[in-house]
């Protein structure tokens, strides 16, 4: 039988996780990044981003991040595009909901960013004054 060597295995390396995070400084975009919304997580450590240039890219979580911070569809997040491919972009930084509402107070996010919706929310947009008919009208059988 072997030994008991320690306290634990990788569940208890990963901490506690108080939700408790420090006030960090506010992370600003630069040359060759922009701001993004999730879409729609793909797996693998992929994601549909919607940039707020207005074109949608396939977003790819970076390795300091994964399993570390999770992305979840309707995160703002910081994205980095590539040179050499423009539909794809990788997820450098995940802002908190009183992150974004600062960017967007200080006119970093356009107005129309919402912020706090979740994939379903984003999904509802387009079909609000949509009332589901489909041409059936169950009076006439």
């Known amino acids: ?6 306290k634990g295995g990788k569940n208890r390396r990963r901490g506690k996780g108080d939700g408790e995070e420090a006030k960090r400084e506010l992370e600003f975009k630069e040359e060759g990044q922009e701001y993004a919304q999730v879409v ?17 890219r396939l977003g790819h979580i970076r390795g300091k991040m994964r399993k570390k ?6 995160d703002i997040v910081l994205v ?6 423009d539909e794809k972009v990788d997820i450098l930084h995940k802002y908190t909901a009183d992150e974004a509402r600062n960017l967007k107070q200080y006119g970093e996010l356009p107005e129309h960013a919402r912020i706090n919706e979740t994939a379903v929310d984003l999904a ?3 079909d609000a004054d949509n009332d589901d008919d489909i041409g059936i009208d169950f009076d006439d059988i």
């Open 124 to 126: 509802m947009t387009g």
């Open 1 to 6: 039988m072997p030994k008991p060597k320690g």
């Open 69 to 74: 911070v999770w992305v979840t569809a309707g």
């Open 80 to 85: 980095g595009k590539r040179d050499f491919q």
């Open 40 to 56: 729609k997580m793909l797996g693998n450590g992929r994601c549909e981003c919607f940039c707020f240039d207005g074109i949608t």
